[in-house]
């Protein structure tokens, strides 16, 4: 089972930056993509797809992320990285990284919380999470 090591969360205050790093060892990258999720309100929330990355570089962003964070990769390393500046409290959330096949269906921006877990549907790998805290 592949596992991936997340790391980079902790508290900041608003408009602070933060980044975060997720490596998945072993984890061939030439054809998956690699994102981010996050969960707020202490998992009772659903998982909201805040970005990814493919193996070709293109990449997404969650609409009120967008000109804030950054996602890049570096696929020699097996490693993703997010960068978010200008952090608000209402970033404050769990972020969990995730891997899923290039290949089709695309990523669900929304995935539904059972029991505080989100339900992973078609991802490869999903992380433990690291938290985020923005204090006003």
């Known amino acids: 089972e592949v596992q991936v090591v997340e790391s980079g969360g902790g508290s900041v205050r608003a408009g602070g930056s933060l980044r975060l790093s997720c490596t998945a060892p072993?984890?061939?990258?030439?054809?998956?993509?690699m994102g981010w999720y996050r969960q707020a309100s202490g998992g009772a929330d659903d998982c909201e797809l805040v970005s990814y990355i493919s193996s070709r570089s293109t990449s997404y962003y969650k609409d009120s992320v967008k000109g804030r964070f950054t996602i890049s990769q570096d696929i020699a390393k097996n490693t993703v990285y997010l960068q978010m500046d200008r952090l608000k409290p209402e970033d404050t959330a769990v972020y969990h990284c995730?891997?899923?096949?290039?290949?089709?269906?695309?990523?669900?921006?929304?995935?539904?919380?059972?029991?505080?877990?989100?339900?992973?549907?078609?991802?490869?790998?999903w992380g433990q999470g690291t938290l985020v805290t923005v204090v006003s």
């Open positions: 995730a891997i899923k096949s290039a290949t089709p269906p695309p990523w669900s921006e929304r995935l539904q919380s059972r029991g505080g877990n989100c339900l992973t549907g078609n991802l490869e790998v």
């Open positions: 072993g984890f061939r990258l030439d054809d998956s993509d």
